[in-house]
């Protein structure tokens, strides 16, 4: 009678796990939609397209880019959370999905039990900047006079809640000066503002500002990861500019929905890092500014958890108001 259990079990165990692996065999079956929360032409958007390209081309099918923007990536997380898991429609996370998770005050999802974590695609640079005719020549200046003169340094961010925002805020709290941050709905306004002399200084991703920097309308005063950017590897890191351990970088990432079957997962995740090891791709990723970086889904679970406990943090202390 046990040996009769035993087997049956053992069967029943197995046939469960036929139609999985039949679907991983059979994956992909039809064009993977990868869902971005942004609009064309963003970094996060460019990314995706680079490595859709590569996937495609390996896997042998279809790979589509379709572009959701919305308030804290809401519209598009919301749909891939709905979706059939099987593979076949993928959310582009990014950190702004960790921030969303202590911004809005209900969401209909949740980011680290709604979705399936497939690897990480790339990390890319903030950096606090300023003009050439500042009086500020490095980072130093900068939190010198914030220190001297509370409230009287304005920087330039775009909106509320954005990861620019944020960054912001934690420079703030971590180096212990006071700041007016003053929002603006979108790069080329911060550009703009910053140009125009209305603000001192703005936090903004590194990528679209190389232009300004290269046409020496912004000048950089600091990285605020916790390596010197290869793109400009004379820049200091705000670790090195007197703000000790400072570490923020966006990245972008890839998941599917909660439920996908594992051995789908791990063809995707296995894909995934074959595309970010081409040198072709590494070299596009890094002409804007991306450092291509992949691993095992484990390691975006890790830190999709961790910036969410970060950001989170930050929006109570910055008393940022819940959306």
Do not use: C, Y
């Not at 869902?35 to 397209?49: E, N, S, Y």
């Not at 050439?132 to 003169?149: I, T």
């Not at 330039?156 to 944020?166: D, E, F, K, P």
């Not at 889904?297 to 406990?309: I, N, Y």
Request: glycine residues 10%; charged residues 15%.
């Amino acid at each position: 009678m046990n040996t009769l259990k035993r087997r049956t079990l053992i069967t029943g165990a197995a046939g469960a796990l036929l139609p999985a692996w039949g679907l991983a065999q059979a994956f992909p079956a039809k064009p993977i939609r990868i869902v971005v929360p942004f609009g064309a032409g963003g970094i996060a958007d460019l990314t995706a397209r680079i490595v859709a390209k590569k996937l495609a081309e390996n896997l042998n099918q279809g790979v589509i880019i379709e572009n959701k923007p919305g308030a804290g990536g809401v519209v598009a997380g919301d749909l891939v959370a709905k979706a059939a898991p099987d593979g076949h429609t993928l959310l582009l996370m990014s950190n702004g999905t960790a921030v969303s998770a202590g911004l809005f005050q209900a969401l209909p999802f949740d980011a680290q039990k709604d979705f399936a974590p497939v690897a990480t695609l790339g990390f890319f640079d903030l950096a606090v900047l300023t003009t050439p005719g500042s009086d500020f020549k490095n980072m130093q200046d900068l939190l010198a006079f914030a220190k001297a003169n509370p409230g009287k340094l304005n920087v330039a961010t775009i909106n509320v809640g954005s990861t620019q925002h944020l960054a912001a805020e934690l420079l703030k709290i971590s180096a212990g000066v006071d700041f007016q941050i003053v929002p603006f709905n979108g790069s080329p306004a911060v550009i703009t503002a910053l140009r125009g002399g209305q603000v001192e200084a703005a936090v903004e991703i590194l990528g679209p500002m190389l232009p300004q920097i290269s046409a020496k309308a912004v000048q950089p005063l600091a990285v605020m990861g916790a390596q010197r950017a290869v793109a400009l590897p004379e820049v200091p890191t705000l670790g090195q500019s007197g703000v000790p351990g400072f570490d923020v970088a966006s990245w972008n990432a890839l998941a599917a929905p909660a439920k996908t079957p594992a051995p789908v997962l791990a063809l995707l995740n296995r894909e995934v890092n074959k595309a970010l090891a081409d040198p072709g791709v590494r070299q596009q990723l890094a002409g804007i500014n991306v450092t291509a970086r992949s691993g095992p889904p484990e390691q975006l679970r890790d830190l999709l958890a961790s910036e969410t406990r970060r950001w989170s943090d930050v929006i109570v202390r910055a008393k940022v108001p819940r959306q």
